[in-house]
């Protein structure tokens, strides 16, 4: 059976193709846009999926499609935007002078125009190409993350979850899964959102709700919780296995914030005060305490509130694996709470845990209910592909001066060893949202202030380290307690204690609490990739190379040749090894 899978309503639209029980790609669109979580129809993916697998739509099986069909989708956009306002034992949840204009602008603002113009006209030009309806399937945004998670993750039986903002309206749900039949443990819905209590202390320290994230993950091990925490515990709880977000004042904080022009600049303003006579008396707060500090006391509710209910549930069905999908897993300090949890002895984290997934986990279970049984995601290089024709005409198109080499491994290890900064372009493009050794940027991990200079290189601003790639076999040398956690480490979705063997030989990408987020790699996992680390180690005695993604600040991950040819001429990055074109930086 071919089955080809589409999200293309939120962010992070993506294309999948999967045939019998194997995936056989998958392209978001953000690679070929180049617009960062590029929310609009995957049209250009879509035609590349079907240019690079030689299918044509009447080749199709089974169309399958994230979300519900048009009514019901859009009952459940309008629902779940809805939900805020809606009375609640005579109260409404949102108090404000004019409720109804901030539910009628929300609406029209962000809700009604981007429905119908991202969501139902690019459907129906998707479902224009496929005249026989029957071939189309649907399946719910959020239970696609829950299934993507479960099918990906090898395991027969496990509890499975996914954590995100919204799921129209889902945003916290947690199945027992057994044989493919999946058993709701718990399930929180809109306006109580774990992801939501997140983007408040994102848009509160002035990021963006979608990309940076991480960043505050990064900032809260330089703070101290306790000065805050107190605080915020108002805002998150758990009753149960139900976690509750206070939404009132996330509301309020980000009207006023709005209001004042503050939301991308809160901390740039060190003297700012709210008036007196702001209506609401919980905001000023914030401007009495370090960022380090905030953003150490979400990151610490955020972990208590979640930990808590899966040890609940851990108890209660007596299972000790957990998979876990959505956005929120993203935050790989909370994964590795979970993982040390005495009740789980080991975790999953879908690699493409954001939106970027969806395709997959819908595809996946259209293909379980078709008789087809899905395995363990091994393999995440899943993207396109480039020939070493394609790649030359665009290294004369530029004018560049290279060489051609034999070895280009052993070759990019001793430069690697000479202290060179190396980006590396091989072969198929990783699938998510980190660099694999295919799209990325090498360097040695003995430089202690090497996160200062190479994101100045590369116009980033970062507080957390750079990542590890690490060969396997010295993983427990390097790190503490990764039993359990060892498949899921291969594609950095969750962070160790280091060693301090790792924090002598690789001071660079050791986090200031201990920790780092490394790729394991084998020699199966990436051949190429694994003969560069291999050599490295020989020339060094050190098995580690920091490994970030290819690519400029805010923008995706290269996928082209000439994405990378541009980034790299952009950049200051003294060479670039693609394929076996091996081209240095002319100074």
């Not at 690019?122 to 224009?128: G, I, Y």
């Not at 000023?284 to 370090?290: A, E, G, H, L, Q």
């Not at 052993?410 to 372009?425: H, Q």
């Not at 291999?534 to 490994?547: A, C, D, H, M």
Request: hydrophobic content about 35%.
């Amino acid at each position: 059976m071919k089955i080809l899978s589409v999200h293309s309503h939120s962010h992070d639209s993506t294309v999948t193709y999967i045939e019998g029980n194997d995936v056989k790609y998958i392209l978001s669109s953000e690679r070929l846009s180049r617009i960062k979580n590029d929310d609009g129809f995957p049209e250009l993916a879509f035609k590349k999926l079907l240019f690079d697998c030689k299918i044509n739509p009447s080749d199709i099986d089974k169309l399958v499609v994230v979300g519900r069909p048009f009514h019901r989708e859009f009952y459940d956009f309008v629902y779940s935007r809805s939900l805020p306002f809606r009375k609640t034992k005579g109260k409404c949840l949102i108090k404000h002078k004019k409720p109804h204009i901030i539910f009628y602008n929300t609406l029209l603002s962000t809700g009604i125009p981007s429905f119908v113009f991202f969501s139902l006209i690019p459907k129906m030009k998707l479902l224009s190409k496929f005249h026989y309806m029957k071939k189309i399937e649907y399946v719910p945004h959020h239970f696609s993350h829950i299934a993507s998670a479960y099918y990906c993750s090898g395991w027969n039986e496990c509890i499975t979850g996914c954590i995100e903002g919204e799921g129209f309206p889902e945003t916290l749900s947690f199945c027992h899964v057994k044989d493919g039949k999946f058993e709701l443990l718990t399930k929180t819905e809109m306006p109580h959102s774990v992801g939501r209590f997140y983007e408040l202390v994102t848009a509160i320290l002035g990021f963006h709700l979608l990309r940076h994230p991480g960043k505050i993950t990064g900032l809260a091990a330089y703070g101290n919780p306790v000065p805050f925490y107190e605080k915020v515990k108002r805002l998150l709880w758990v009753e149960g296995t139900q976690i509750y977000f206070d939404y009132r004042f996330a509301f309020m904080v980000r009207e006023i914030l709005q209001e004042k022009n503050l939301m991308a600049t809160f901390y740039s303003h060190k003297n700012y005060k709210p008036a007196r006579n702001d209506p609401w008396k919980e905001l000023p707060y914030f401007c009495d305490y370090k960022r380090e500090d905030i953003a150490a006391s979400f990151q610490k509710r955020l972990e208590d509130c979640l930990c808590e209910v899966v040890q609940k549930l851990a108890r209660k069905t007596g299972l000790r694996k957990i998979a876990l999908a959505g956005g929120v897993v993203a935050n790989v300090r909370l994964n590795q709470r979970i993982h040390a949890l005495p009740e789980i002895d080991e975790i999953y984290i879908h690699p493409g845990m954001g939106d970027m997934g969806l395709s997959l986990g819908a595809g996946l279970h259209v293909a379980a209910k078709n008789g087809h049984k899905p395995k363990r995601l091994e393999n995440l290089y899943l993207g396109p592909e480039y020939s070493e024709k394609e790649i030359l005409k665009e290294l004369k198109s530029y004018d560049l001066k290279f060489t051609y080499e034999d070895n280009i491994e052993r070759k990019g290890a001793e430069l690697l060893s000479e202290g060179k900064i190396v980006a590396r372009f091989h072969g198929r493009m990783e699938y998510g949202p980190r660099a694999l050794g295919s799209r990325s940027i090498l360097f040695q991990t003995t430089d202690k202030t090497v996160n200062n200079w190479l994101n100045k290189k590369l116009k980033r601003t970062e507080f957390m380290p750079f990542a590890p790639v690490t060969l396997s076999e010295f993983s427990e040398k390097c790190y503490k307690n990764i039993k359990g956690a060892e498949f899921t480490a291969k594609f950095m979705t969750i962070t160790f204690e280091c060693t301090d063997y790792m924090k002598k030989v690789s001071p660079s990408v050791v986090h200031v609490d201990g920790t780092a987020r490394p790729q394991f790699l084998s020699r199966d996992d990436n051949p190429s990739f694994y003969r560069i680390l291999e050599n490295y180690y020989k020339i060094t005695g050190i098995p580690s190379l920091i490994n970030t993604s290819f690519n400029m600040h805010e923008e995706p991950i290269v996928c082209s040749p000439d994405d990378a040819i541009r980034s790299f001429i952009e950049s200051g990055i003294d060479y670039l090894a693609i394929e076996k074109f091996l081209v240095k930086k002319n100074r």
